[in-house]
């Protein structure tokens, strides 16, 4: 097992996973279900997260990246393994416990079209979190919110409509002042961008980024495009069959990949480079 | 995996391109208004020729090659244009006689192969089905022997058991292939493909371009290959159309567009892109602000409110013309000098790629 943590920075650990199971069971029988199989979803994984930096997970569909981080955070109860948040063992706690840590803990969703309530006014989604976790209300809320409306690039004005009225990198941007409403320490962000036009894509990556600097989150960035990983993120994990096969700095990773999977992943990028990519043809078609 | 042994890419025949497509305009009755998605689309195709048209979600690309296979015909719908192949006009034929166009010399295949696959019928009865409708005389035994070649040929392993498979046991990837067999069923000339990598993973992906190419090569097969990717195009385009708001922006060869684009939208899409071989910058380049709505079009030139370099002249409409002298086929909509454009590319740093050799 590759230990993702190996190269770690100045901040300090905010997350530790270690050996991660999320097994889910396959069912057979006429009256009384048996489990005859299991899906092994994630299969004993480990990685840390330190204060302030991105980690990049990457790997195909069905690797198991999504049911990771939704392990992460208890929305999926782990198998086995132990998750620690600045130092605290979160695997195994009750809704009840954890109430205080979902304040931490945000997640930034693929779809912003199916992730927003629609019946709701985009004040209610950003500020129900603020009412539910008692951290403000009235006046205060609402200013709260406006401040928040206006630092992912949208107006106050905003306040009183519905996501319907939203293209869809405005809607990623209302997802996001979602997340960040709490202030949370650690985000994840599942596919963020990969259901955006191109040159809204560019858009939200550089807006994760300035709200990284600027309020000093940690991110778990977890996408398909590589591209796009390599960009934003410190180190990367890449995944395939539920466990993490290669692990470090994320250009080192993607100039000098060690493993064979994570060779062939990359090279079945296409280059957008016409020559480049007619040179790479030519080159794998020498090869064999 | 390779379809047919390599042969010379078939070239059109005397007369005329195989499709050609004339001042195209699709526009929609909606509740909202009237929306122009296709405005005054023209391009040719010919045999052995990959052309890409990329866009973003309401840049009028999909509409456009729905519309050559009829499939936009509907009583809120207004067409205009022509459509050509081998001459013989489309636009104006009845529904009927469109039918035996489509499969048997237009193949369409979509983004999404689950959706478009039937899924209480086997594969292999799809396919037999798609010939036999066209082909009444060919036996279903015949036609199930062509299914499995058809199969095979696309690069499915053991066609003889999979034959019998539903959509469901197919992977995304066997299943696009699938989709890919069945549009060759009939020996078309033409294939339109509409985002076919979009739902895959790149792995998958790549084969599925390799595919595609080789059926180009090996077979002469036209492609239109509709997508937002230009990481695709690069891989297996000859030509390409970039389209906005409904309206093609420039048109030129595959290394036109990359190495020497002068619509300052296609700088900001070339920009924007994230590139595994190159150094990574601190900050990606960025068009501000999102595609205009149809329904509230800008006047003038409909990329002028995103433009950094808007002029004057911008609230004219500009027209898709050849700027560059010595290249009377590389046609753009940007009424800036060629000079100009050359300088503002390069000292905006929106290119990304180097100076054209």
Request: glycine share 10%; charged share 25%; net charge negative.
């Amino acid at each position: 097992m590759t230990d993702a943590g190996a190269i770690s920075a100045s901040g300090g650990p905010l997350l530790e996973v270690t050996d991660l199971v999320k097994h889910f069971p396959i069912k057979s029988g006429l009256l009384v279900d048996r489990e005859v199989d299991q899906v092994r979803a994630v299969d004993g994984i480990s990685f840390i997260v330190n204060k302030g930096e991105t980690l990049g997970l990457v790997g195909e569909s069905g690797s198991g990246k999504s049911t990771a981080c939704r392990a992460v955070l208890q929305l999926l109860k782990p198998t086995s393994g132990s998750v620690r948040f600045e130092g605290q063992e979160i695997a195994g706690m009750g809704r009840r416990e954890l109430r205080p840590l979902r304040r931490e803990m945000q997640m930034i969703f693929q779809d912003p079209y199916a992730s927003l309530n629609p019946r709701k006014r985009v004040g209610q989604i950003v500020g129900d979190q603020l009412k539910v976790q008692k951290v403000a209300s009235g006046k205060e809320l609402r200013a709260r919110v406006e401040g928040l409306l206006d630092r992912v690039g949208l107006s106050p004005e905003h306040y009183n409509r519905f996501p319907h009225e939203f293209s869809g990198g405005q809607r990623q941007r209302i997802g996001i002042a979602r997340a960040l409403a709490l202030e949370p320490k650690l985000v994840f962000c599942d596919e963020p961008v990969s259901a955006l036009d191109v040159s809204i894509q560019a858009q939200i990556v550089n807006l994760l980024d300035d709200l990284q600097d600027e309020l000093g989150l940690t991110y778990v960035f977890v996408a398909h495009d590589i591209g796009v990983v390599r960009h934003i993120s410190d180190r990367i994990a890449v995944m395939n069959q539920g466990k993490i096969i290669e692990a470090g700095d994320a250009d080192q990773v993607c100039e000098h990949p060690r493993d064979d999977y994570t060779k062939k992943l990359l090279a079945a990028v296409p280059i957008p480079d016409p020559r480049e990519s007619r040179a790479r043809r030519d080159r794998t078609a020498s090869a064999g | 995996m390779s379809v047919t042994p390599e042969t010379a890419p078939v070239t059109a025949g005397a007369g005329g391109p195989l499709l050609a497509v004339e001042n195209l305009r699709v526009g929609f009755a909606t509740e909202d208004g009237r929306v122009q998605a296709v405005d005054g689309v023209n391009f040719e195709l010919e045999a052995g020729e990959v052309l890409a048209i990329v866009g973003e979600s309401g840049s009028g690309k999909s509409v456009t090659a729905q519309t050559i296979i009829g499939l936009t015909r509907s009583p809120n719908s207004h067409i205009e244009g022509s459509v050509r192949l081998r001459g013989e006009e489309l636009t104006t034929q009845s529904e009927a006689q469109l039918q035996s166009v489509r499969g048997s010399q237009i193949a369409m295949i979509f983004q999404d192969p689950m959706t478009s696959l039937n899924p209480v019928y086997t594969v292999g009865r799809q396919i037999v089905e798609a010939i036999r409708a066209h082909h009444s005389q060919v036996g279903r035994k015949e036609a199930h022997a062509q299914a499995i070649e058809l199969l095979g040929a696309v690069g499915i392993p053991e066609p003889e058991r999979r034959v019998d498979d539903y959509p469901h046991e197919f992977s995304g990837g066997m299943r696009q292939r699938a989709m890919i067999a069945m549009g060759l069923a009939l020996e078309p000339s033409v294939l339109i493909a509409d985002e076919p990598t979009t739902a895959l993973d790149v792995t998958i992906q790549a084969q599925i371009l390799r595919l595609i190419q080789d059926l180009n090569r090996g077979r002469g097969l036209a492609t239109i290959l509709i997508t937002h990717d230009l990481g695709v195009v690069a891989e297996v385009a000859d030509r390409v159309l970039v389209m906005y708001a409904g309206k093609v922006v420039e048109q030129g060869t595959l290394d036109d567009i990359f190495y020497d684009p002068q619509h300052p939208y296609t700088w900001g899409l070339l920009g924007s892109l994230t590139r595994l071989d190159r150094p990574r910058p601190h900050r990606l380049p960025q068009i501000s602000g999102a595609p205009p709505s149809l329904l509230r079009l800008p006047s003038g030139c409909a990329f002028r409110p995103r433009c950094p370099h808007e002029f004057a002249e911008c609230k004219e409409v500009p027209g898709l013309l050849p700027r560059l002298p010595e290249d009377p086929n590389h046609l753009d909509r940007c009424q800036l000098t060629p000079e100009q454009k050359r300088r503002l590319r390069e000292v905006e740093g929106r290119i990304g790629l180097e100076e054209p050799a």
